[in-house]
């Protein structure tokens, strides 16, 4: 019913800056928050930031300062920049999105299949 594609992923030295996107799609009404969670190798999914439809957001504290969560209601896109990167943001990256689907009107927890970050030194 509803598609989260994830993008803007890859290689970088650690400093640098890499811009994420999700886009949502589908039978879509509206969405509440959208957020980025991330999952690095033996560790569990943590969050990362997330955002309300009206623009309000909230950042784990280890990105704080580096990381910008925003979103295009109009696209139903949320996007991630991420400055600063260092060697422990390394880590695959979901976007989330809770969603009231048409025609049903069934609200839904909604995740992408992920896009690998990887930091390097």
């Known amino acids: 019913q509803v598609q989260l594609a994830e993008s803007g992923g890859g290689l970088v030295q650690a400093g640098g800056s890499l811009r994420l996107s999700c886009a949502a799609s589908?039978?879509?009404?509206?969405?509440?928050?959208m957020g980025w969670y991330r999952q690095a190798p033996g560790k569990q999914r943590e969050l990362v930031a997330t955002?309300?439809?009206?623009?309000?957001?909230n950042y784990a504290d280890s990105v704080k300062g580096r990381f910008t969560i925003s979103r295009d209601n109009a696209k139903n896109t949320v996007y991630l920049q991420m400055n600063s990167l260092k060697l422990e943001d390394t880590a695959v990256y979901y976007c989330?999105?809770?969603?009231?689907?048409?025609?049903?009107?069934?609200?839904?927890?909604?995740w992408g299949q992920g896009t690998l970050v990887t930091v390097s030194s």
């Open positions: 589908g039978n879509i009404f509206s969405i509440n928050d």
């Open positions: 955002i309300t439809s009206g623009g309000g957001t």
């Open positions: 989330n999105a809770e969603v009231w689907v048409t025609p049903t009107f069934e609200h839904l927890e909604v």
